[in-house]
């Protein structure tokens, strides 16, 4: 099948476009977090306070409250580049999604077949989990610590992992390519969401931990901004709880691929047993989470562990170990 | 073993918070301590972690079943380590069947299913249990409502009963001591069901792989264009029984590869990646059974019931006629050559030991679309044989084939040789060894194509408790469990007065929206107060 040069060079322009919207966005995100004003949910008393709304059971505050402080007018300022940069991460979102519809298009198959194609397609997935999490949790603050990444993701993507449009080779034209990539995606998506946000709980924690004490809050001082611990805990368990059957049917559908072109469905190669630490490490968090004595502290840890591997499973694998999943052509 | 649910969630599987131990334990007790420490949650999550641990140095050491030519390697590379890493004690290349490897899963196991198992019984008992009394005072419930209604009590409390149940609760109508009547409801039962069969489906999983690695097989063989393939042990390049297997696995098939064909992209980026490879076969499930066709290609195995054929790799065959010095012809037919590049460049060897008076041995390299570089170097440009030519090194001399020690077929042990000549040819072409009568001809080439034969009788189940599995993650993580109690109580005037309230077991976000619209249910099945007495008044936090 021909490549269609036209449609290429669109998804290659849309794939720029959709960086120059995610990183004034990204930098939105920042700015607001380093300087804008504290929220309610920002200062401690008012954490506390949540937290013990929560603890009886409510449902999950709304992180942007009304300030305990009113300070109209920074607020709206500030409330102003958080907006732009909200919508700033939608236009990006749309190009995004246009770039990798595009490059479909051209190569007259599903767009994720090489390490290009897969890392776009993750990133997608991240920002678009960040959206539903914005929508359903009213997580804005979490756009600074997901954009990043993604920029530099996507920033690799399209230099030194670039590969241009173009058919794939044998082993990978079946349906299972679409089934398992996509579910793969869609999974880590929502990990390095969940596993964020589990990070951030660490920090705010520690944060908690030092103004009860009454200590100098020194580096922790970024987590000023942030929501209470409590409601990033309940993110990450959300998050890390919606992803774990999708990355478990994505290894599954592997399994089911890699039976019918590598004649077993297990094999213990790399990516394969990468795939299974890293659902063995979410298994643990969501194990841990509901353990006394490793609950909060210790489960978000492992929530950060199973990030490394999952991070070490996309990147590393591929270009360090040599196994099966090595066609991606870096 | 997870118990997911938050805040109220009993650690089922847990041992006592600081398990104190008793001054003397008696034989039995001390079996029982240990029961109670390796299912509990603890040590399940210190047994996930090692099985995470003790799965990554596999992944980083090249391993003897995955392959087996880097394990050699990393030998010439580490000669001092490598045998130290290769020690059954060690097992460092071969982790996944390790006695460590294994132990840490197998223990992992045990302690799932001492967890599961108990468990599991006490969910069946609680399934078929009522839904729990109702507290006293139930506006200290995190969510709570009061209505007043024209009904009467009986009435209202069967209305209410029925609503409740629309929304998918178990419900139980009972009558207090007070002339009040309860609604006892409860629902989300199926995570823990959802949970359970994770679990189990996990332990089946474990017996199907262990019924496929026990009786099952695999085994590849090399077969070259024309040439047929019968279904013994015997027969296989390379051939690996399960631990129970018994011949009778063997499915008595046979087959012949009767053409084979490899499709390049011929341009763009990916010019020279294989687009498609289509292996004809001609296959009988028995002897005596009519011959049938087929097109294996890769991700389209040919299907014998238990037993699958795989299209593992192909290459090229190139054939040769071999005089020798009485120009006698020694040797003809295609050789199997292994290629070593993406281009498909193929080396191999032709060993003609009945060469008079001395052994002939060929060194040769096939290039399928070949360029020849300066001082006659042949380099191949792409896969696909659209210029085949073969780079030949002769050599005469002993093959030494009669020492006892076997010797590969893709190798010259050029020990006891003398290089003899040096050529190139293209297809049909001979060329003369030196001075005597001894030539070679290329005469062309056939395809070969590396063929797996898997047979695993436990794979329909692994299958079916991999399915198992998504199933029952999507229930645990995603059913919430909620209680909730409606009281309607008389007070007079022909008035009852209907408390609500409900608490979220897991998950709490959305029950405040889920309590709001159970409140509203009611609210449309009873009649309010004729206007004049007290209106209707919701109490929520």
Same mark, same amino acid.
């Given at each position: 099948?021909?490549?269609?040069?036209?449609?290429?060079?669109?998804?290659?322009?849309?794939?720029?476009?959709?960086?120059?919207?995610?990183?004034?966005?990204?930098?939105?995100? +920042?700015?607001?977090?380093?300087?804008?004003?504290?929220?309610?949910?920002?200062?401690?008393?008012?954490?506390?306070? *949540?937290?013990?709304?929560?603890?009886?059971?409510?449902?999950?505050?709304?992180?942007?409250?009304?300030?305990?402080?009113?300070?109209?007018?920074?607020?709206?300022?500030?409330?102003?580049?958080?907006?732009?940069?909200?919508?700033?991460?939608?236009?990006?979102?749309?190009?995004?999604?246009?770039?990798?519809?595009?490059?479909?298009?051209?190569?007259?198959?599903?767009?994720?077949?090489?390490?290009?194609?897969?890392?776009?397609?993750?990133?997608?997935?991240?920002?678009?989990?960040?959206?539903?999490?914005?929508?359903?949790?009213? $997580?804005?603050?979490?756009?600074?610590?997901?954009?990043?990444?993604?920029?530099?993701?996507?920033?690799?993507?399209?230099?030194?992992?670039?590969?241009?449009?173009?058919?794939?080779?044998?082993?990978?034209?079946?349906?299972?390519?679409?089934?398992?990539?996509?579910?793969?995606?869609?999974?880590?998506?929502?990990?390095?969401?969940?596993?964020?946000?589990?990070?951030?709980?660490?920090?705010?924690?520690?944060?908690?931990?030092?103004? +009860?004490?009454?200590?100098?809050?020194?580096?922790?001082?970024?987590?000023?901004?942030?929501?209470?611990?409590?409601?990033?805990?309940?993110? *990450?368990?959300?998050?890390?709880?919606?992803?774990?059957?999708?990355?478990?049917?994505?290894?599954?559908?592997?399994?089911?691929?890699?039976?019918?072109?590598?004649?077993?469905?297990?094999?213990?190669?790399?990516?394969?047993?990468?795939?299974?630490?890293?659902?063995?490490?979410?298994?643990?968090?969501?194990?841990?989470?509901?353990?006394?004595?490793?609950?909060?502290? +210790?489960?978000?840890?492992?929530?950060?562990? $199973?990030?490394?591997?999952?991070?070490?499973?996309?990147?590393?694998?591929?270009?360090?170990?040599?196994?099966?999943?090595?066609?991606?052509?870096? | 073993?997870?118990?997911?649910?938050?805040?109220?969630?009993?650690?089922?599987?847990?041992?006592?918070?600081?398990?104190?131990?008793?001054?003397?334990?008696?034989?039995?007790?001390?079996?029982?301590?240990?029961?109670?420490?390796?299912?509990?949650?603890?040590?399940?999550?210190?047994?996930?972690?090692?099985?995470?641990?003790?799965?990554?140095?596999?992944?980083?050491?090249?391993?003897?079943?995955?392959?087996?030519?880097?394990?050699?390697?990393?030998?010439?590379?580490?000669?001092?380590?490598?045998?130290?890493?290769?020690?059954?004690?060690?097992?460092?290349?071969?982790?996944?069947?390790?006695?460590?490897?294994?132990?840490?899963?197998?223990?992992?196991?045990?302690?799932?299913?001492?967890?599961?198992?108990?468990?599991?019984?006490?969910?069946?008992?609680?399934?078929?249990?009522?839904?729990?009394?109702?507290?006293?005072?139930?506006?200290?419930?995190?969510?709570?409502?009061?209505?007043?209604?024209?009904?009467?009590?009986?009435?209202? %409390?069967?209305?209410?009963?029925?609503?409740?149940?629309?929304?998918?609760?178990?419900?139980?109508?009972?009558?207090?001591?007070?002339?009040?009547?309860?609604?006892?409801?409860?629902?989300?039962?199926?995570?823990?069901?959802?949970?359970?069969?994770?679990?189990?489906?996990?332990?089946?999983?474990?017996? &199907?792989?262990?019924?496929?690695?026990?009786?099952?097989?695999? &085994?590849?063989?090399?077969?070259?264009?024309?040439?047929?393939?019968?279904?013994?042990?015997?027969?296989?390049?390379?051939?690996?029984?399960?631990?129970?297997?018994?011949?009778?696995?063997? #499915?008595?098939?046979?087959?012949?590869?009767?053409?084979? %064909?490899?499709?390049?992209?011929?341009?763009?980026?990916?010019?020279?990646?294989?687009?498609?490879?289509?292996?004809?076969?001609?296959?009988?499930?028995?002897? &005596? #059974?009519?011959?049938?066709?087929?097109?294996?290609?890769?991700?389209?195995?040919?299907?014998?019931?238990?037993?699958?054929?795989?299209?593992?790799?192909?290459?090229?065959?190139?054939?040769?006629?071999?005089?020798?010095?009485? &120009?006698?012809?020694?040797?003809?037919?295609?050789?199997?050559?292994?290629?070593?590049?993406?281009?498909?460049?193929?080396?191999?060897?032709?060993?003609?030991?009945?060469?008079?008076?001395?052994?002939?041995?060929?060194?040769?390299?096939?290039?399928?679309?070949?360029?020849?570089?300066?001082?006659?170097?042949?380099?191949?440009?792409?896969?696909?044989?659209?210029?085949?030519?073969?780079?030949?090194?002769?050599?005469?001399?002993?093959?030494?084939?009669?020492?006892?020690?076997?010797?590969?077929?893709?190798?010259?042990?050029?020990?006891?040789?003398?290089?003899?000549?040096?050529?190139?040819?293209?297809?049909?072409?001979?060329?003369?060894?030196?001075?005597?009568?001894?030539?070679?001809?290329?005469?062309?080439?056939?395809?070969?194509?590396?063929?797996?034969?898997?047979?695993?009788?436990?794979?329909?189940?692994?299958?079916?408790?991999?399915?198992?599995?998504?199933?029952?993650?999507?229930?645990?993580?995603?059913?919430?469990?909620?209680?909730?109690?409606?009281?309607?109580?008389?007070?007079?005037?022909?008035?009852?007065?209907?408390?609500?309230?409900?608490?979220?077991?897991?998950?709490?976000?959305?029950?405040?929206?889920?309590?709001?619209?159970?409140?509203?249910?009611?609210?449309?099945?009873?009649? %309010?107060?004729?206007?004049?007495?007290?209106?209707?008044?919701?109490?929520?936090?």
């Amino acid at each position: 099948m021909a490549v269609d040069l036209g449609l290429a060079t669109l998804s290659d322009n849309l794939f720029g476009a959709a960086l120059l919207a995610y990183a004034p966005a990204a930098l939105g995100f +920042a700015v607001e977090a380093a300087f804008g004003p504290r929220t309610a949910t920002a200062s401690v008393e008012a954490a506390v306070e *949540a937290q013990s709304r929560q603890l009886v059971g409510a449902g999950g505050p709304p992180l942007a409250a009304g300030p305990v402080e009113p300070r109209p007018t920074a607020r709206s300022t500030w409330d102003r580049v958080a907006r732009v940069s909200v919508g700033l991460t939608i236009l990006g979102f749309l190009l995004h999604a246009g770039s990798i519809l595009s490059r479909g298009l051209a190569a007259g198959r599903i767009p994720w077949g090489n390490m290009t194609e897969f890392i776009s397609a993750t990133c997608l997935a991240v920002v678009g989990a960040y959206l539903w999490l914005l929508w359903r949790e009213k $997580a804005r603050f979490l756009g600074a610590f997901v954009l990043a990444p993604v920029l530099l993701s996507m920033g690799l993507a399209g230099t030194v992992l670039y590969t241009s449009v173009g058919p794939v080779q044998a082993v990978l034209s079946t349906y299972w390519l679409p089934i398992h990539v996509t579910a793969a995606v869609v999974a880590t998506g929502i990990f390095v969401l969940g596993s964020t946000a589990a990070m951030l709980h660490l920090m705010s924690l520690h944060y908690e931990v030092l103004v +009860a004490q009454g200590k100098r809050v020194g580096f922790s001082g970024l987590a000023r901004k942030l929501p209470p611990a409590e409601t990033l805990d309940r993110l *990450a368990q959300r998050a890390i709880g919606l992803g774990f059957p999708i990355w478990t049917f994505a290894v599954i559908a592997g399994a089911i691929w890699a039976e019918s072109a590598w004649g077993r469905y297990w094999g213990w190669d790399p990516k394969e047993t990468w795939a299974f630490i890293t659902w063995v490490a979410y298994a643990a968090y969501l194990h841990a989470r509901s353990t006394a004595g490793w609950r909060g502290k +210790a489960a978000s840890w492992i929530a950060v562990a $199973a990030l490394v591997c999952l991070i070490f499973n996309f990147f590393g694998v591929n270009l360090v170990i040599t196994g099966k999943h090595s066609y991606a052509g870096v | 073993m997870t118990e997911l649910d938050e805040g109220t969630s009993i650690d089922l599987g847990s041992a006592p918070q600081a398990p104190e131990r008793p001054p003397r334990l008696t034989a039995w007790g001390y079996v029982r301590y240990s029961w109670r420490q390796l299912t509990s949650m603890r040590t399940a999550l210190v047994l996930l972690f090692l099985v995470a641990l003790a799965a990554v140095p596999g992944s980083l050491l090249p391993q003897h079943n995955t392959n087996p030519i880097r394990v050699r390697d990393y030998f010439i590379a580490h000669p001092r380590l490598a045998p130290i890493f290769d020690r059954r004690s060690v097992s460092l290349f071969d982790v996944y069947s390790s006695w460590w490897f294994s132990a840490t899963y197998l223990l992992l196991f045990i302690s799932l299913a001492g967890c599961v198992i108990p468990r599991a019984a006490k969910h069946y008992t609680a399934m078929r249990a009522r839904p729990p009394a109702a507290p006293r005072r139930l506006e200290r419930l995190p969510e709570s409502a009061v209505l007043e209604t024209s009904l009467a009590v009986d009435e209202a %409390a069967q209305a209410l009963r029925d609503a409740v149940r629309r929304t998918r609760f178990r419900v139980d109508l009972v009558p207090e001591l007070d002339g009040a009547v309860t609604v006892r409801a409860e629902k989300g039962f199926l995570r823990e069901t959802g949970n359970l069969v994770f679990h189990l489906a996990l332990l089946v999983l474990l017996l &199907g792989v262990a019924v496929g690695g026990l009786f099952g097989y695999k &085994g590849t063989v090399l077969v070259v264009e024309g040439d047929s393939f019968v279904n013994a042990a015997g027969n296989y390049d390379d051939f690996m029984p399960g631990h129970r297997f018994r011949d009778s696995a063997l #499915a008595p098939f046979t087959l012949t590869l009767e053409h084979f %064909a490899a499709q390049y992209y011929d341009s763009g980026d990916k010019a020279g990646t294989a687009k498609r490879f289509d292996a004809t076969l001609r296959w009988s499930p028995r002897p &005596g #059974a009519p011959t049938r066709s087929y097109d294996l290609q890769v991700n389209h195995p040919l299907v014998m019931g238990q037993t699958k054929v795989y299209l593992l790799g192909d290459g090229y065959a190139p054939e040769f006629t071999v005089r020798d010095d009485t &120009g006698k012809v020694a040797f003809q037919g295609p050789v199997p050559f292994l290629p070593q590049d993406s281009q498909l460049s193929s080396t191999g060897v032709v060993k003609v030991p009945g060469a008079q008076p001395q052994q002939l041995g060929l060194d040769a390299l096939f290039t399928p679309t070949t360029r020849l570089l300066q001082g006659g170097v042949a380099v191949s440009t792409f896969p696909a044989a659209l210029a085949p030519a073969v780079s030949v090194v002769a050599y005469r001399g002993n093959l030494g084939l009669e020492s006892g020690v076997p010797q590969s077929v893709y190798r010259l042990d050029t020990s006891r040789m003398t290089k003899a000549d040096r050529f190139v040819l293209a297809p049909g072409q001979t060329h003369q060894i030196g001075a005597g009568k001894a030539s070679v001809t290329f005469d062309g080439y056939r395809m070969w194509t590396n063929l797996q034969v898997t047979y695993d009788p436990g794979k329909d189940l692994a299958l079916a408790a991999a399915a198992a599995m998504v199933l029952g993650l999507l229930l645990s993580l995603r059913v919430r469990r909620r209680r909730v109690w409606v009281r309607a109580r008389p007070a007079g005037a022909g008035r009852t007065v209907v408390e609500m309230g409900g608490l979220a077991r897991t998950d709490e976000s959305g029950f405040r929206h889920e309590f709001a619209d159970l409140v509203s249910r009611a609210r449309s099945v009873l009649p %309010a107060v004729p206007t004049g007495a007290a209106a209707p008044t919701d109490r929520e936090e």
